[in-house]
């Protein structure tokens, strides 16, 4: 989740999804659950859902990195990444926009990293 809103009300939290299509089993997806609104929107599945997924490939825990400064929405800011493609056997790390799950960068990294490592993000200052 957004670790501005630890300790408060909150309507996003970004997970990785096994069985994302319900038919095999290495089907992942990196979801933005919504638990405040079940209405489908736009860009939205019909339980109110937003997924980044490609087919063989598989995701690390997404880390939330906020929009700096303050007023900004729940969700604007950065999720990073590792993501594993099982067939060619390349590690990327990818950068989506929270809000949207659209891909921002893909950068292919020069080893393979395993797919479970859990990420961490620790700011500057």
């Not at 063989?56 to 604007?76: I, K, L």
């Not at 390349?90 to 393979?112: E, R």
Request: some cysteine.
């Amino acid at each position: 989740m957004n670790p501005l809103h630890y300790g408060k009300a909150y309507c996003y939290y970004w997970a990785v999804e096994m069985f994302h299509n319900g038919a095999e089993f290495g089907s992942y997806a990196v979801v933005k659950h919504n638990l405040c609104n079940s209405s489908e929107s736009a860009g939205e599945a019909a339980d109110g859902n937003t997924y980044w997924s490609t087919p063989n490939h598989y995701q690390s825990e997404a880390r939330f990195v906020p929009t700096e400064g303050s007023g900004h929405a729940e969700d604007s800011g950065t999720l990073i990444f590792i993501d594993f493609d099982g067939l060619s056997g390349t590690s990327f790390l990818v950068t989506v926009d929270a809000s949207t799950m659209k891909t921002v960068t893909t950068t292919a990294l020069p080893q393979p990293v395993p797919f479970m490592l859990h990420g961490e993000f620790h700011p500057a200052h």
